[in-house]
């Protein structure tokens, strides 16, 4: 059974860092392309990031490029999100994502598998 379970969320201030960590099990983890999506209240599920499962291939969103990087870990199932330079926008619960296979995508449809989620706010 597939399970992804995010952590790392929390209050920050802007200008602040957080990173996020997406821990899987039941699956195969290095076949499955994974990918960070977010939701802000009253707003539709936005693709933030994704990691191929061979790391080659990582994509962003305009909005967080250069502020967030994702990365793998394949020995310990787990990818991560480092987010710098934190805005009030970013404010959202951040989900994980995983699709088997090498194609990556920021779409959420391209993906079966979703963790529960983690809250980031960031407040002054």
């Known amino acids: 059974q597939v399970k992804l379970v995010e952590s790392g969320g929390g209050l920050v201030q802007p200008g602040g860092s957080l990173r996020l960590s997406c821990a899987a099990s039941?699956?195969?983890?290095?076949?499955?392309?994974i990918a960070w999506f977010r939701q802000a209240p009253g707003k539709e599920r936005e693709g933030v990031s994704c990691?191929?499962?061979?790391?080659?291939?990582?994509e962003y969103a305009d909005s967080v490029k250069g502020r967030f990087s994702v990365s793998r870990d394949n020995a310990k199932n787990t990818v991560y999100l480092q987010m710098n330079s934190l805005k009030f926008d970013d404010t959202a619960v951040y989900y994980c994502?995983?699709?088997?296979?090498?194609?990556?995508?920021?779409?959420?449809?391209?993906?079966?598998?979703w963790g529960q989620g983690t809250q980031v706010t960031v407040s002054s």
């Open positions: 994502a995983a699709a088997r296979g090498p194609a990556t995508s920021l779409w959420s449809t391209s993906y079966n598998n």
């Open positions: 039941g699956f195969t983890f290095h076949y499955y392309t």
């Open positions: 990691i191929s499962r061979d790391d080659s291939v990582t």
